[in-house]
T-cell receptor, first 112, second 110 residues
Framework: DGGITQSPKYLFRKEGQNVTLSCEQN?????MYWYRQDPGQGLRLIYY???????QKGDIAEGYSVSREKKESFPLTVTSAQKNPTAFYLC???????????FGDGTRLSIL | KNEVEQSPQNLTAQEGEFITINCSYS?????LHWLQQHPGGGIVSLFM???GKKKHGRLIATINIQEKHSSLHITASHPRDSAVYIC????????????FGKGTLLTVNP
């Protein structure tokens, strides 16, 4: 079955540590997205990628980095510069502009 | 003021009731989306609208472009409909980026 796989489901970060969240899709979608969800707030866009080897900053990119070396993969690194990383992170993909997005099941990141 | 406002924030209903969730937006849009988020966190896309009305099973979504307003209706509600319902828009500047409302938490009691 086609879909988006995020791993791990739960992740713990120590102070000063970088962590990488995985997102893989087998839907053959060109566009991929990373969102952050905090309690009581709407989802906010961190980064998005329209095609392989290209990505753009979203509304809250500071403290995060991404790569898009393969069409099916869009990993997100939460760097030590992100001072408040505790949140629920969602990855999504779609075929292109103005199309429904398919979401993964999310990764919950917490500080140790 | 958020670009996308949903009401109500929380809604409790009895099984079988007709439910309406509202979404208002303040920007020009190319499309509006309704999403469902279950307690585990995963999100499912329910509808994408640019005009008129769409129906899928017991769910109906409408949009009024002139009034910048959309509604999601659930007929004959069931406890399994309990979830957070999220409205999101593709605003005019980018057809890729979505702007999200804060969501409406729906609880349907048996």
């Amino acid at each position: 079955d086609g879909g988006i796989t995020q791993s791990p489901k739960y992740l713990f970060r120590k102070e000063g540590q970088n962590v990488t969240l995985s997102c893989e899709q087998n839907l053959n979608h060109d566009a991929m997205y990373w969102y952050r969800q905090d309690p009581g707030q709407g989802l906010r866009l961190i980064y998005y990628s329209q095609i392989v080897n290209d990505f753009q900053k979203g509304d809250i990119a500071e403290g995060y980095s991404v790569s898009r070396e393969k069409k099916e993969s869009f990993p997100l690194t939460v760097t030590s510069a992100q001072k408040n990383p505790t949140a629920f992170y969602l990855c999504a993909s779609n075929v292109g502009r103005n199309q429904p997005q398919h979401f993964g099941d999310g990764t919950r990141l917490s500080i140790l | 003021k958020n670009e996308v406002e949903q009401s109500p924030q929380n809604l409790t209903a009895q099984e079988g009731e007709f439910i309406t969730i509202n979404c208002s937006y303040s920007v020009g849009i190319s499309a509006l989306h309704w999403l469902q988020q279950h307690p585990g966190g995963g999100i499912v896309s329910l509808f994408m609208l640019s005009s008129g009305k769409k129906k899928h099973g017991r769910l109906i979504a409408t949009i009024n472009i002139q009034e910048k307003h959309s509604s999601l209706h659930i007929t004959a509600s069931h406890p399994r409909d309990s979830a957070v319902y999220i409205c999101a828009v593709n605003s005019g500047g980018s057809n890729y980026k979505l702007t999200f409302g804060k969501g409406t938490l729906l609880t349907v009691n048996p």
